[in-house]
């Protein structure tokens, strides 16, 4: 399966690098990166395969969160299908 | 890659503006499990439930952690008990609630609907046992819920179970004063009652239905709103109709996804998505402040029948492409306490049981969730209900009431049931009496549904 990490939050060094670190860590692998500045925010959507995860996905989805709320971060981690079935016919 | 600004636009849904699952119930027929010794039939009942929906909540959880998706409640409907008790005669059906309750406990469920019994054409073997026994099942049990379909579009309304049911809805407030009245606010009197509803308090497994089902029902009235707060002013209804339609369509298919996996992931056929808006006592889950949004000082004031009857049809052409079965209540809820925006407009007066009544006939599902004062006759209720049920009747749709006589207390106090279930004022009632009609009892005629011209 695919899933979409959105890491929204104040701009500053090193996001990026922290996050993809923590991808590393549970071997999901980085497909696709797009990332703005908007008003301030910084706001980074990635998309990674999580086939091949070495913990379970629920345990992702929490390191990523405590990751966020330690660097003053929202970092959510959801499954692809949800954003295919609610947006594409 | 999908859009970016669908994506962020998802997670604020639901981080922001309250999106989630409101429920996954579990239909479970118990139809194999009748027996005439009462204790052997609890025996099956407690089996076959806690086989059945052992991994219900586990799995639910594991969806929640998946797609990011709260999942609000977790939630089981089965066979009108009425009908097994049925077979156990002289037996009280009580011991039927305290298996359930015991169920529930086990699998963990948050509600277990089904203590029920089917009476709009007359009462068979269990049903008037079943009914009476209401009150104090209800006050034995944390989780069970009752429901009594008092009514259809084809039976008519069977008028001596609504005499039955203003007593039955008092005596569950009174068993339960010292708790808020809270067995009241477990039971619902319907007319023309969905057999696939997932929704509690009137959940129950259909016995047309499958032996084990999966049903959905979605949430998402703070998405409606916050959409609609970023249309001008100016905007025409036609475009308010046009977003809600499109904002409801992201929220059924949502609903249409989890239900999906979890039927996959629990091996039970899908059955239906329930569309419904249903509102939450949190601030900016209210579909009163839908209401508002579209242009009304407060829900209540004249023009809200019209609003509402807007969104619910906009709700429904939204969601019925997005999801392959459409069922349940399917509308627009309007449950004053568990609804912050009604909750202050009943308090401020602005809205009445009148207007409620108004707006039932435009909506799913009915007078829901009302606290009329504690000296409120039996026969006043009685008399609510018959109203509401020829609302349902002559409309070709579900109504019901969910009435709590908010025992020792008057107009203008408050019940407090926390959790989803809210609190809200206690509304003034008509005072008076109707008592020569409700006690005449017998059936009412199902309308003419033909020579429409």
């Known amino acids: ?76 981690v959801m499954h692809e299908d949800l954003f295919n079935s609610m947006h594409r016919i | ?66 797609y990011g998706i709260p999942i609000i409640n977790k939630r089981i409907a089965v066979t009108p008990i009425a009908m097994l008790a049925a077979a156990c005669k002289g037996q009280s059906p009580i011991a039927f609630a305290e298996t359930l309750e015991r169920c529930a406990q086990t699998v963990g469920v948050n509600f277990i609907g089904g203590y029920s019994a089917l009476v709009q054409k007359g009462f068979a073997a269990g049903d008037r046992e079943l009914i009476e026994s209401i009150p104090e099942a209800l006050a034995r049990t944390q989780h069970v819920c009752a429901s009594v379909n008092v009514g259809s579009t084809k039976a008519g309304i069977n008028m001596d179970a609504v005499q039955m049911m203003g007593c039955v809805v008092r005596r569950a407030a009174e068993l339960t004063a010292n708790e808020q009245c809270i067995g009241a606010a477990k039971l619902v009197v319907f007319c023309n009652a969905p057999e696939d509803n997932p929704f509690m308090a009137g959940a129950f497994h259909g016995v047309g239905e499958g032996d ?6 979605v949430s998402g009235p703070g998405v409606v709103r916050a959409a609609l707060s970023k249309l001008g002013k100016d905007a025409s209804v036609d475009q308010v109709a046009e977003l809600v339609k499109k904002t409801a369509f992201k929220i059924t298919r949502m609903g249409q996804l989890v239900a999906k996996e979890a039927s996959a992931r629990l091996g039970v056929p899908f059955g239906i998505v329930d569309l419904s808006l249903a509102p939450t006592p949190a601030v900016g889950d209210s579909v009163a402040h839908i209401l508002e949004e579209m242009g009304l000082e407060e829900c209540g004031c004249h023009g809200t029948t019209a609003c509402l009857a807007l969104l619910n049809d906009a709700v ?7 999801s392959s079965h459409i069922g349940g209540l399917s509308g627009a809820f309007i449950p004053v306490t568990e609804d912050a925006g009604m909750i202050r407009a009943a308090t401020d007066g602005t809205l009445t049981l009148e207007k409620l009544e108004a707006m039932t006939s435009v909506c ?50 408050t019940l407090s049931f926390g959790g989803l279930l809210g609190e809200g004022p206690v509304m003034p009632v008509n005072r008076k009496a109707p008592n020569v009609f409700i006690h005449r009892g017998g059936r009412l005629p199902a309308p003419l549904q033909s020579l429409k011209n």
């Open chain 2, 212 to 217: 084990t089902v999966i049903n959905v029902g």
């Open chain 2, 1 to 66: 890659m999908i859009n970016t600004k669908d994506i962020l636009e998802t997670v604020a849904m639901i981080q922001d503006e309250n999106l989630d699952i409101r429920t996954v119930t579990m239909g479970i027929s118990l139809l194999d499990c009748i027996d005439p010794d009462i204790n052997k039939a609890c025996e099956k009942v407690y089996e076959k439930i806690c086989r059945c929906a052992k991994d219900l909540v586990p799995v639910c959880e594991d969806i929640e952690k998946t």
């Open chain 2, 364 to 413: 799913s599902v009915g007078l829901d969730m009302i606290n009329v004062p504690g000296d409120t006759s039996a026969e006043i209720i009685s008399a609510i209900i018959a109203d509401e049920a020829a609302i349902g009747m002559v409309n070709s749709k579900t109504t019901a009431c969910r009435l709590i006589p908010a025992i020792g207390k008057k107009e203008g106090d």
């Open chain 2, 316 to 322: 429904k052409k939204g969601g019925v492409m997005a």
């Open chain 1, 1 to 76: 399966m695919r899933a979409v990490i959105t890491v929204v939050g104040k701009d500053t060094v090193g996001i990026l690098a922290k996050v993809s670190t923590l991808c590393a860590g549970f071997g999901a692998n980085i497909i696709d990166v797009t990332q703005t500045v908007m008003q301030d925010l910084f706001c980074m959507i990635m998309l990674c395969e999580t086939q091949a995860l070495s913990a379970p996905f629920a345990e992702f989805v929490d390191q990523a969160e405590k990751l966020g709320e330690e660097n003053g971060l929202k970092i959510h």
